[in-house]
């Protein structure tokens, strides 16, 4: 009788050994995945400024209202174009408009 506990035992120790196996980076399952980095990554900060080619996409703030307990922002998003030395030279708008509505919580201060 006492032979069964012990065998229960055994199997439930190949069990999660065979589990923490796969889950290892030495298994069948990982072998094409790398854990470990030969050489050592340095990140180096890079300032980079946008082309003068490329035009810049930009949201701005149109108007901001109050209705029903809620702050509803409207936002619509331009496209500018700036000259070599940094200045705008368009500002077109692209037609996307975003809302943005949350709940006005200066209505509830005892919150």
Known sequence: MKKRPMLYVGLLIITLGFAAYLDSPFSILNINYSYT????????????KPSADDPEVVEKLEKTEKKDGYIIETYKEYEIVRDKDGKIVSNEPT?????????????????
């Open 37 to 48: 980095a030969d050489q050592p990554v340095i990140a180096e900060p890079v300032d980079v």
């Open 95 to 111: 037609g996307k408009e975003d809302t943005l509505k949350y709940y006005d919580y200066s209505k509830n201060k005892d919150r």
